[in-house]
């Protein structure tokens, strides 16, 4: 049995293949729309989300299935004190795949060492998100017809934001890729992917202040937004929110073909001037969500027991 807990967990090939079979259902739904039915997902936040949560139970239900969960650890016996080892035993008895978001990272990982059910990594703290990856990565094998040979800016949270640190992981495999780090120097990407993943693979990367030195040059701009919840004090929060606003003045300096990303939710990163540019890919790329859970949800599964 398979989990999903990092991006790697998925060969270059098996990723290639999730993304063909996204694009086959982004066209065909009509062939999946029972693939199923029988089946129930589970999925267990014990934090806040919109889109990943609600992507994947919109994936279920497209693909027949059920779904069940909670969206808060309030809600659930955590609040009680049960650990997410019990749990995930536990939902092992009521459901046949999981997706678990957890502020603490390496839940899911514990969680997938007890469960008799496919656990996915819907974020554990800021680790990784490799399901907004599997997105990210639709979203630009789509509109940009592959990874190789890519200049990629990532802005804003590089240190605490998971999207980017999973993004990376997954980039770093295509030949020709190159990262422009563009952070304010208290949210640089931390050493450890600095080091055991960039320099360690020789990964060309530069690392700058100013959004507007790196527009010229990029294929991708990836923004972020600074992640509240993982500061230790409002007060630096306050500092930092607003030091990228990518507006239309800015945006005059990228590329005619640049695609614009970001996980979402934005709060002010991006003015909403800039969201009727047509480089503005980001609520496409929540629809790619979608698409790539119904994939990986089929996937599982079917490596699991070949039912699905
Ligand atoms: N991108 C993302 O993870 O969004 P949510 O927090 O709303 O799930």
């Not at 807990?5 to 729309?33: C, F, R, T, W």
């Not at 770093?172 to 450890?192: A, G, K, Q, T, W």
Request: proline share 5%; glycine share 6%; charged share 25%.
């Amino acid at each position: 049995m398979r989990h999903l807990m990092s991006p790697l967990d998925l060969s270059v090939e098996e990723l290639y293949g999730l993304l063909s079979l996204a694009n086959d259902i982004e066209h065909n739904p009509g062939k999946y729309a029972h693939a199923c039915e029988g089946k129930k997902l589970a999925t267990c936040f014990y934090e806040p989300s919109t889109r990943t949560r609600l992507s994947f139970e919109s994936a279920m239900l497209n693909l027949g299935g059920s779904v069940l969960g909670f969206s808060s650890a309030d809600s659930s016996s955590a609040a009680k004190g049960e650990s997410v080892s019990d749990t995930i035993r536990v939902i092992s008895c009521y459901a046949d795949i999981c997706a678990i978001r957890h502020p603490k990272e390496g839940a899911a990982l514990v969680a997938s060492l007890k469960s008799s059910i496919p656990v996915i990594n819907a974020g554990d703290g800021g680790h990784q998100h490799p399901t907004q990856t599997l997105t990210d990565l639709l979203t630009i094998y789509s509109l940009k017809g592959g990874f190789s040979n890519l200049t990629i800016g990532l802005c804003g949270d590089l240190k605490f934001g998971r999207t980017v640190h999973s993004l990376i992981h997954a980039l770093i495999r295509y030949p020709n890729v190159r990262f422009v780090l563009i952070s304010p120097e208290e949210l640089r990407i931390p050493d450890y992917i600095r080091e055991d993943v960039l320099q360690k693979n020789e990964i060309p990367f530069t690392e700058l202040e100013r959004l507007e030195d790196a527009m010229p040059e990029l294929d991708i701009l990836y923004m972020t937004r600074v992640q509240k919840e993982r500061f230790f004090n409002e007060e630096d929060y306050v500092r930092m929110k607003d030091f990228y606003i990518l507006t239309k003045d800015k945006l005059s300096m990228a590329r005619e073909d640049m695609l614009i990303l970001h996980p979402l939710p934005r709060v002010n990163e991006i003015s909403v001037e800039v969201d009727d540019d047509p480089r503005a890919v980001y609520f496409k790329q929540a629809q790619y969500g979608v698409y790539v859970r119904m994939a990986l949800i089929l996937t599982l599964l079917k490596w699991r027991d070949g039912l699905c």
